[in-house]
């Protein structure tokens, strides 16, 4: 029987998804002892085989079962007191679908936030709790929550329930923790591409759709303008920048936008993509506001993937200035683009 695995010190939530599993990985690349949680105990063998295959050991790794939709994430009385010595949690775990109701983003989105926040509120050790949020989220310095239920309303009217119940989970922690005297980081990075070197990513929604139509021939006209800008970062800087995050950081609540800032415009990331994959380019552009108004069986475009295309530019200083400390710098970002892009053909964008 192998021996024990010592007691973590990192409890990483939602270990078994597209993020979870890298930063479990790079967590035990370092020698850090790490729990990972997954909604169901099959998981974590799945988990243990992927890491195997990317050259990890996994002896300092202890699986739990967890649910962030319940109070206490659902742990038994054995899981929570293994989890003991816990000083940083990590919460990754999210539903990231388009097209969700709001009754099926909530609960992992929001409530599920708010509970990875009052558990952490219980470790007697712990460091920090780093909240991976969402992209075009926690731009606000004053965040507001609850909210009244007409507000609340309107913003999923608007946005979808993806995109609001991140949003709203977002303002909720960072409004909660100070409450609680949980030391908060929250982590907001752009369109998330594969591995730098391999392209590995395992996830096929967001910009992965734009590739996938562009490669089909289905993108006669690319939605936006000649300044809109959808920023990326590799799985693995964003994976190496969440490990570092809690030794840091050091102020009550601190909030970082990840980025590579050698992301073109959009239209000229299209084009390197359509190049490399030698196929036809968008012939031209077309108004996002005109793109909704078509039918979506014209356009191939999500109603809720509109609200990203967009000609803002993001304050990235703190994370900078993290990075910096960290010694971490961004990979060559037209290497990693073709790496991921070549990946994502093979992979028959998640049907092979």
């Not at 988990?47 to 742990?75: E, I, M, N, S, Y």
């Not at 099926?104 to 708010?114: C, D, F, H, I, M």
């Not at 004053?142 to 119940?165: H, K, M, N």
């Not at 021939?217 to 490990?243: I, K, Q, Y």
């Amino acid at each position: 029987m192998p021996p024990a695995p010592p007691p973590p010190r990192t409890l990483v939530l939602g270990a078994g998804g597209f993020l979870g599993r890298w930063l479990v990985l790079e967590l035990l690349t370092r020698g850090e002892p790490v729990a990972a949680a997954v909604r169901e105990p099959d998981r974590g063998g799945e988990l243990r085989r992927w890491l195997r295959t990317h050259d990890a050991d996994d002896a300092a790794l202890t699986t739990v079962t967890a649910d962030v939709t319940r109070p206490g994430l659902g742990l038994s009385p054995e899981d929570d007191a293994r989890l003991a010595e816990v000083r940083d949690v990590h919460n990754l775990a999210a539903r990231y679908r388009f097209g969700l109701t709001r009754a099926q983003a909530e609960p992992a989105n929001l409530q599920g936030a708010l509970h990875a926040l009052h558990w952490s509120a219980t470790r007697p050790r712990l460091r920090r709790l780093v909240h991976l949020s969402g992209y075009r989220v926690g731009r606000d310095p004053q965040p507001r929550y609850p909210l009244d239920a007409r507000t609340t309303a309107a913003r999923y009217a608007r946005l979808g329930a993806y995109e609001a119940s991140k949003l709203l989970g977002d303002a909720a922690v960072r409004v909660a923790a100070p409450r609680l005297g949980v030391p908060l980081t929250t982590v907001n990075p752009s369109s998330v591409i594969g591995h730098s070197l391999t392209g590995e990513a395992g996830q096929y929604l967001g910009l992965a759709q734009l590739v996938r139509q562009l490669h089909r021939g289905r993108l006669p006209l690319l939605p936006g303008t000649r300044r809109t800008f959808l920023p990326v970062v590799t799985v693995d800087h964003l994976a190496r920048f969440l490990a570092a995050a809690p030794a840091h950081d050091d102020a009550p609540v601190r909030a970082h936008t990840v980025l590579d800032p050698a992301t073109p415009v959009l239209p000229d990331l299209i084009a390197l993509l359509a190049d490399h994959l030698d196929v036809r380019p968008p012939r031209g552009l077309i108004p996002v506001p005109l793109v909704r108004h078509l039918p979506r069986a014209l356009t191939g475009a999500d109603p809720e993937t509109l609200t990203f295309l967009s000609e803002d530019r993001y304050d990235t200083d703190s994370a900078d200035r993290l990075a910096t400390a960290a010694g971490l710098a961004h990979p060559p970002l037209l290497p990693a683009l073709r790496h991921w892009s070549t990946r994502l053909v093979a992979e028959g964008f998640g049907t092979a």
